[in-house]
């Protein structure tokens, strides 16, 4: 059975950094699309980032462009989330997510997400 665990989420002030790891069993995140998803209380859950299987190409919501880097070490079988410049409405619990019917990040992707992690508290104070 596949799983996939979050971690690195802390409380942080705004402004400041926060790299969030994922990890998964039975499954190599370099053969499929994985991504992070935020969710905040009473908010919907969004797309945050994909990664594409090769590593070459990545998507970002506009809310985060220019701040986040999602990355990849295939050695290490470990997704990455670099969060720089953090501001208070980053507050959210985030998932990481692999599909294993997608190769490339797409709204279907999106919209499926076969695995998820328990998640990771990430809280901005400001």
């Not at 969710?39 to 506009?62: F, H, M």
Request: contains cysteine.
């Amino acid at each position: 059975q596949v799983q996939v665990t979050e971690s690195g989420g802390d409380l942080v002030q705004a402004g400041g950094s926060l790299r969030l790891s994922c990890t998964a069993s039975r499954l190599t995140f370099g053969n499929y699309a994985s991504g992070w998803f935020r969710q905040a209380p009473g908010k919907e859950r969004e797309v945050v980032s994909c990664i594409d299987w090769s590593g070459g190409t990545s998507t970002y919501a506009d809310s985060v462009k220019g701040r986040f880097t999602i990355s990849r070490d295939d050695a290490k079988n470990t997704l990455y989330l670099q969060m720089n410049s953090l501001k208070p409405e980053d507050t959210a619990m985030y998932y990481c997510a692999v599909d294993t019917a997608y190769t490339a990040c797409s709204h279907s992707w999106s919209v499926r997400a076969e695995f998820w992690g328990q998640g990771t508290q990430v809280t901005v104070s400001s």
